[in-house]
C-alpha cells in the first residue's frame, strides 16, 4: 500500500546542495536539496552501517545526481539509490516533491534501487566475446553488456582471415557475432570507438568519440599488436601488418595492382599471409631471419620438408636475412592492376563488408585507397649485408605484442601482458582481462584454444558462480595452408632427459616425431599424417603412461585399439 505525502520543511530551510535527515513512518530518510529540486534516499549508508548519508556531499557522475557518502566516499544516485561502485550496497530511493515552496515525501520506495550491473567490455574481439557469449548463457540477466571495438566491424573470427586472404572464404563466411546478434541479445556495441581512457576511481571508460560509460565490472580484451619492424621506411604505403581485416583489405588491393610481395617472418602468420598473396597471383618472397621456418612449432626435419613443399607450389626464401631498412621510391604504375598472373582469385575487400553490415560506422582507410598518384611507395626491401629485393608490398610478420596500453594507462599491473590471476581478475577486483592481451602465470599466450578456456573461467566468475579456475594450458598449433599438414604440440625438441621416437618417409612425405620423457609425451612434430595429433595431444594433456604403447605409438591410435 502506498503511504501518505510527510510534510518535511520549507524548501528554504535546507541549504542548497546540501542534506537534512528525517523520520518518515519510522524511517530515517536522508533529504537532499539540488537548486530547488529534491530527492530522498535511506538515510542508512550500508558501506559504513550508519546513518550518514544526510551529510553526503553532493555532486554529479556523468550527468547523474550523486551523493557521496561521509565515510567511506561511494556514491550513490541521487534518482535511484543505485551504488555506483558496488550495486549490491544500493540504498531505496523515495518520490520526493517541492509544493509551494515546502518538502514533501513518501515513506514507500520509487522501487527496489536498480541491480542489475553494468558490464563493459573493451575490445571486441574473439576472447571478450567468447566471455559475453559464456555469460549470457549461464547468467543472461546478470549484467547489462555494453562493449567498444575499435575495428568497424561485428566480432569475426581473426584465425580465418588467412583463407580469405588465399580466397578460400569470404569475408561474410568468417562473422561470428551478426550485427542482429548484438540486438537481439540485448548487447549495445559501439565499433569503430576505441576506449581511451579508464578512471577506475568513478569506474568510467571514455571512447574516441566522448562517449562515457559506467561500469561495475569491465572486461580488458584487447588482444595484441603486431610488432612492427623498428627499421627505416616502416611507415612507407605498401608495408602492412597481417592482424585484421583492414590488413586484408590492403593486401588484396596490392594484389589487384602490384605484382612483388615481401613477407618478412617465416613463422605460422608469416607463411599464411605468403600462401595467401600467392594464391592471389603475387610473386612472394618470405624473408626470415633464422635459417628454419616455424622455429617455435618445428624441428629442423620437418621445417625442411615444409620449405620444399612451399617452393614447390611457388614460394621463395631468403633465410638467414636481417632487414635492415624498407626502401622507398616513385610508386610504379599500377601495370599489374587488373588480372592476377596465377590463382586467378578474385576477392571482396573488408571494407564492402563493413559497408554492409555497419552502415553508421565510417569505412576503414585500405591501405592502398588513394595511391597510383606520383606518390613514394615501397620499393624493396635491403638486408644487413648490404642487398636488396624487389618488393612492392611488404608485409611484416615478425610476431605479436600484448596490447597493453590502455591498462598501463589506467595504473593496472602489467609486465609483458596485464597481469591477472587465476581468475582473470586484474589487481582491480573489479576489472578483469582475457586474451592475448593477457599474461598468466608468467605466460601470454598467441592461440585461440587457451584464451576460450580464460574466457570461459572469466564468465562463471563475473556471473559469481566462481567455480572456475584458469591453471595455464599446453597448447597446438596447425598451419592452415590446403594441402599442407602439419601439427605441432608441447615441448617438440626435447632436452637431455628426454628421447625421440622418429618416423621419416621421405616418399610419401611424411615425419613424425614424438618426444618421451618418463613414459610421458612431452611433445609432436607431425608432417604429412596428422590424424593422429589429437590422440597424441591428449595423450601429453592427460600425461598417460605410454609404455604399454609405445611399440606401436608412432602408427598412431588405429593401431593400439
Ligand atoms: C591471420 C591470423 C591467423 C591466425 N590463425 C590462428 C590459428 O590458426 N589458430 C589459433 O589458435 N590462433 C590463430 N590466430 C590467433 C588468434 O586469432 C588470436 O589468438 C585471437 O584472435 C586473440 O583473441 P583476442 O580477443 O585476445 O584478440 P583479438 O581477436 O585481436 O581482439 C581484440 C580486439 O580488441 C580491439 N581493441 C584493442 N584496443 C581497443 C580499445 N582500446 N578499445 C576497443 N577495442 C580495442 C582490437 O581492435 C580487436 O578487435 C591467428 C591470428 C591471425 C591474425
Known amino acids: 500500500m502506498k503511504s501518505s505525502w510527510t510534510f518535511i520543511c520549507d524548501l528554504d530551510e535546507v541549504f ?23 530527492y530522498a534516499l535511506d538515510n542508512y549508508d550500508p558501506n559504513s552501517e550508519a546513518n550518514v548519508l544526510a551529510r553526503g556531499l553532493l555532486g554529479d557522475i556523468n550527468g547523474e545526481p550523486v551523493v557521496a557518502s561521509p565515510v567511506y566516499k561511494q556514491h550513490f544516485s541521487l534518482i535511484s539509490g543505485r551504488c555506483i561502485e558496488d550495486p549490491d550496497q544500493s540504498v531505496l530511493a523515495y518520490p520526493a516533491r517541492v509544493q509551494e515552496g515546502r518538502i514533501w515525501v513518501r515513506s514507500t520506495p520509487i522501487r527496489a534501487a536498480q541491480r542489475t550491473r553494468r558490464l563493459v567490455v573493451i575490445g571486441n574481439g574473439m576472447a571478450g566475446m567468447k566471455v559475453v557469449e559464456d555469460l549470457l548463457q549461464i547468467a543472461p540477466t546478470a549484467y547489462e553488456v555494453t562493449v567498444f571495438g575499435a575495428e568497424p566491424h561485428p566480432n569475426y573470427n ?161 633465410m638467414p636475412a636481417k632487414t635492415v631498412e624498407i626502401v622507398g621510391g616513385p610508386s610504379p604504375a599500377a601495370s599489374l592492376a587488373t588480372s592476377p598472373a596465377r590463382g586467378e582469385v578474385r576477392q571482396e ?11 553508421d560506422s565510417p569505412l576503414p582507410q585500405g591501405e592502398g585507397q588513394g595511391e597510383g598518384a606520383a606518390a613514394e611507395r615501397v620499393r624493396a626491401v635491403r638486408f644487413d649485408d648490404g642487398s636488396e629485393i624487389e618488393a612492392d608490398l611488404v608485409v611484416m610478420a615478425a610476431g605479436i605484442r600484448p596490447n597493453v596500453e590502455l591498462a598501463k594507462s589506467a595504473g593496472l599491473r602489467c609486465d609483458r601482458g ?131 604403447l609405445r611399440d606401436k605409438l608412432l602408427f598412431g591410435s588405429a593401431f593400439v585399439k
Open 349 to 359: 575487400r573488408a571494407s564492402d563488408f563493413a559497408t554492409t553490415l555497419s552502415p
Open 158 to 318: 581473426r584465425i580465418l582471415l588467412s583463407p580469405v586472404l588465399a580466397g578460400e572464404k569470404t569475408v561474410q563466411d568468417i562473422v561470428l557475432n551478426s550485427f542482429e546478434w548484438y540486438r537481439e541479445k540485448g548487447v549495445k556495441l559501439y565499433v569503430d570507438d576505441p576506449i581511451v581512457a579508464i578512471d577506475r576511481r568513478r569506474r568510467t571508460v571514455t571512447a574516441k568519440s566522448g562517449t562515457v560509460v559506467n561500469y561495475d565490472r569491465l572486461l580488458l580484451a584487447t588482444g595484441s599488436n603486431p610488432i612492427v619492424l623498428p627499421v627505416p621506411g616502416k611507415d612507407l604505403p605498401g608495408v602492412v601488418t597481417f592482424r585484421d581485416l583492414q590488413d586484408v583489405d590492403a593486401m588484396l588491393e596490392a594484389a589487384r595492382t602490384h605484382k612483388k610481395a615481401v613477407v618478412i617472418g617465416g613463422g605460422l602468420l608469416g607463411l599464411e599471409a605468403a600462401h595467401g598473396l600467392l594464391k592471389q597471383g603475387m610473386d612472394v618472397t618470405v624473408v626470415h631471419l633464422l635459417d628454419t621456418l616455424m622455429e617455435r612449432q618445428l624441428d629442423r626435419a620437418a621445417a625442411s620438408m615444409l620449405k620444399e613443399s612451399l617452393e614447390k607450389r611457388g614460394l621463395k626464401f631468403l
Open 418 to 548: 596485464v597481469l591477472v590471476n587465476d581468475t582473470m581478475q586484474t589487481f582491480d577486483p573489479s576489472i578483469y582481462a582475457v586474451g592475448e592481451c593477457v599474461q598468466h602465470r608468467n605466460s601470454t599466450y598467441g592461440l585461440i584454444a587457451p584464451l576460450f578456456e580464460q574466457a570461459n573461467v572469466c564468465a562463471t566468475h563475473l556471473a559469481e558462480f566462481g567455480i572456475g579456475r584458469y591453471t595455464g594450458s599446453l597448447i597446438s598449433t596447425q598451419l592452415k595452408v590446403t594441402g599442407i599438414d602439419l601439427f605441432s604440440a608441447g615441448d617438440f625438441l626435447g632436452g637431455p632427459t628426454s628421447e625421440a621416437l622418429v618416423l621419416r618417409d621421405a616418399k610419401r612425405g611424411i615425419y613424425k616425431r614424438i618426444v618421451i620423457e618418463k613414459n610421458r609425451v612431452r611433445g609432436a612434430v607431425l608432417y604429412g599424417d596428422v590424424k593422429d595429433g589429437p590422440w597424441y595431444f591428449e595423450l601429453m594433456t592427460q600425461g598417460q603412461d605410454i609404455g604399454p
Open 16 to 38: 542548497h546542495d546540501c542534506g537534512v535527515a528525517a523520520l518518515v513512518d519510522d524511517k530515517q530518510i536522508a533529504i537532499f536539496r539540488v537548486g530547488d529540486q529534491v
